[in-house]
């Protein structure tokens, strides 16, 4: 049964979806249609067998970053190497990059997410 969060996207997701039937190609229709689908089983507690799985999906509570880049096999594609970070298993230092890779890409590619730099100045007076 879908929890009352994902009922309510649900809801407002299939008038757009309807809409989107008419204006856009067939193909497009489908991948608009796996993206609402795939936000709105996401709040279905359960479906993603560990409930933290989504901590660091971008905008999850509080996260206001970007992912990072995510890697598979092969360990090179098209000239783009895993970086050995990732290889070596040491998962405090995969950690560390993950969160140094999210704000390099926020920064880069949306920088209007990061808190403005504290622009108070304090000259020891009260």
């Given at each position: 049964m879908?929890?009352?969060?994902?009922?309510f996207t649900l809801a407002l997701a299939l008038p757009s979806i309807a809409f989107a039937q008419r204006q856009v190609a067939p193909r497009f229709r489908a991948a608009a249609a796996m993206v609402v689908i795939d936000a709105v089983i996401r709040l279905i507690p359960g479906v993603l067998g560990d409930d933290e799985s989504n901590q660091h999906d971008s905008f999850?509570?509080?996260?206001?970053?970007?992912?990072?880049?995510?890697?598979?096999r092969p360990r090179e594609f098209r000239g783009h190497?895993?970086?050995?970070?990732?290889?070596?298993?040491?998962?405090?230092?995969i950690a560390r990059w993950r969160r140094e890779q999210s704000y390099l890409s926020t920064r880069q590619r949306r920088s209007d997410l990061?808190?403005?730099?504290?622009?108070?100045h304090t000259d020891?007076?009260?």
């Open positions: 879908l929890s009352r969060i994902a009922a999850s509570s509080g996260n206001r970053l970007l992912e990072f880049a995510q890697y598979t190497p895993v970086p050995e970070v990732l290889l070596s298993g040491n998962h405090e230092q990061l808190d403005p730099p504290n622009t108070e020891g007076k009260d």
